[in-house]
């Protein structure tokens, strides 16, 4: 049991195989969980990034801790669900691309069309 470690940590050896191992299990759909009907539910809900500014540290800290939180109820017997991709900011991402269109093209969400406009989102 003389085994040298690796100077540094590399989580790309293990990742794709927890991750399909997670996958596989099913872990990641409460509803495929060995829970009781009555066990309580706790549900946080993701929105994605907004492009209202760029990503920093305080992003990916607190999908640390939503990731926390629900490891945590699901291992309490709580039918957890971490639900990615609600958009709480689409105004704010609508009036950011709109800015850009019409500095960039002179154009309005208008000019565009419905169709056209939510391909510049």
Known sequence: ????????????????GIYKKWEKSGFF??????????A???TIVLPPPNITDKLHLGHSSMLAIEDLLIRYHRMKGYRA???PGTDHAAIA???????KLLSGEGKTRHDLGRE????KI
């Open 81 to 83: 669900l971490w639900l």
């Open 1 to 16: 049991m003389n085994k040298e470690l690796p100077k540094a940590y590399d989580p790309s050896q293990y990742e794709d």
């Open 40 to 42: 309580p539910s706790y």
């Open 93 to 99: 991402t609508q009036n950011v691309v709109e800015k």
């Open 116 to 119: 056209k406009f939510l391909e």
């Open 29 to 38: 759909n409460p509803d495929n969980l060995d829970l009781p009907e009555n």
